[in-house]
């Protein structure tokens, strides 16, 4: 087949060099296209068309034609253990082109071999152009021969494409990467690439069984049945399974594996004791000072697993595990946290700003059951706050001008008061918290209602704290704000970061790899935001949320913290007011 002069090299980025050569018919010259960077020569059957500028005439003609290489090169990440570099030699690629074979109707791909480069992570080989004649290529396999796993950073293929991988390739194993171009929904899918796509995914579900290998790439539903551990002491409390009818709650990618209590000891053996709670207010400064650190001389792999755990999780460096820095209100005022103003400000602006909501119903009341929690009906009365609550001569007509805020925890605690206090050296309340909005646009704190339910004999107990001058009064009051930082503090952490962020992602993770090809436009578009949560949230279940982990021995409700936090996500969670403007509307 003649080619007219215009032909376009299958790499057009290539730059060509025009060269006179001799033409077949006549004495004239003409401009002939030789790609540059040759390396060898093949005959072109089919001839070069030749041709006089003042006569455009195809003719055919046998003569030889300069091909080219093309550069295949993958980077993978400098691994040594022990100083003593552990990569490969050579690394295979299969390169799968996009479209089916129109004659055969069957899928077409070239194999090669990269030998590894004098930079120690650079792998390459050259691959003539006769071999990629078949078009775009859409997809790669990498195989790892070594009994070493390696990281793939890119894969590029001179003139095609560059791949960004960032992927273990585990020992043995033969993986599949689509190429960055390789984008479509099901029904555009090259013919090339369809088997490709529906056998990937199907491998991605796995078939329910069995236990999870390292380098498995398997995503399948399960329910948090992992953080208990096996206790025969006869005072130990089990942990529910969360997921189901009873204790409702998110799922979690399966492992198969059986939960173990090997690192839980190691933990707690390596940190310094945190269970005693603070003895007094300057024993917090000890977390801005010293940070809570391990034991001397406790080191080894669950420990130093940790470590990078909350390296990971807090963004501090290992040796200075939960030392935080000094806030700025608190570098220029130490005691700013006491004060009314920074209480009610961080409120919005702390940790925490997504519990505070507008009161539209007075009298305050609980919807717990008064046959087990007492009366419903809250100690805060209008008389407690109607001085302070300048410009309005009653609370409703406060309420109508949505002049007045709630911090309320009483029903979410209530019920967990009486097994948390047997425990032990814990003590926990339901509480509210009354706001009022200034005319300066700040909030003021009204009143902080704490209440524990009839037990052990007693009947309900409930106490509201306001602002006074005296001096009694002043601790009380103080006090009464640092219970209201403990939960909220608590709920920030268990509810809106686990819960809401972490926890109630991962489903989304799990369908979207199990339903949603990598090639998917909408998977390109979600999975920068998907990565590492599945990685964060394993380790958490191993030594954040677990039986007797970081949670359970520092936050109040101890062994009962996640229990709630599958109270509110049954009560609680939608997921069509997880998002703005909706959160804000409702509250």
Known sequence: ????????????????????????????????????????????????????????????????????????????????????????ETLSLELVFSKLDPKTNEERSFKAQLERKVNGVLYEADIDEVSLGYGEVGAVYVTNDDDNKIFVKKIALEGQFILT????????QKRLFFTNKSTYLPSQTPSGLRRLRKEELVSLRGDGKGERKQGDRI?????????????????????????GKEHP??????????????????????????????????????????????KEKKSGFIIDSVKDFLKELFGRARNKLLRFPIPEVMRRDRFSWFRDEEFARQTLAGVNPSCIQLVTEWPLRSKLDPNIYGRQESAITANIIKEDIKGFETVEEAIERKKLFILDYHDLLLPFVRQVRELG??????????????????????????????MDGKPQWKQVFTPTGNATGVWLWKLAKANVLAHDSAYHQLITHWLRTHCATEPYIIAANRQLSA???????????????????AEARNFLINADGIIETTFALGKYSMELSSVIYDKHWRFDHEGLPKDLIIR
């Open 519 to 537: 090639m998917h436009p909408i998977y390109r578009l979600l999975h920068p935001h998907f990565r590492y949560t599945m990685k964060i949230n």
């Open 165 to 172: 991988c960032k992927s273990w390739v585990e020992n043995k």
């Open 1 to 88: 087949m003649s080619m007219p002069l215009s032909h376009q090299s299958l790499y057009p980025s290539r730059t060509s060099l025009l060269l006179p050569k001799p033409c077949n018919c006549g004495n004239s010259h003409v401009t002939f296209p030789v790609r540059s960077r040759s390396s060898f020569t093949k005959t072109n059957r089919n001839g070069w068309v030749g041709c006089k500028p003042s006569n455009i005439k195809a003719i055919p003609t046998e003569t030889s034609v300069l091909a080219t290489n093309v550069k295949a090169t993958v980077t993978v990440l400098d691994q040594r253990v022990d100083g003593a570099d552990i990569l490969p």
């Open 219 to 243: 995503y399948d539903y399960d329910v948090y049945n992992d953080l208990d551990v096996p206790n025969t002491s006869p005072d130990s409390i089990p942990r529910p399974v969360l997921g």
């Open 425 to 454: 050296n814990r003590t926990l309340h339901g509480s509210r918290t009354l706001f009022f909005l200034t005319p300066q646009g700040t909030l003021k704190p009204l009143a902080i209602e704490l209440t524990r339910p009839p």
């Open 249 to 294: 709650y998110p799922r979690r990618c399966r492992t198969g594996r059986l939960p173990t209590q090997k690192g839980i000891a190691a933990v707690k053996a390596g940190l310094s004791t945190i269970e005693d709670g603070f003895g007094n207010f300057a024993a917090i400064d000890v977390l801005f000072n010293e940070g809570i650190k391990f």
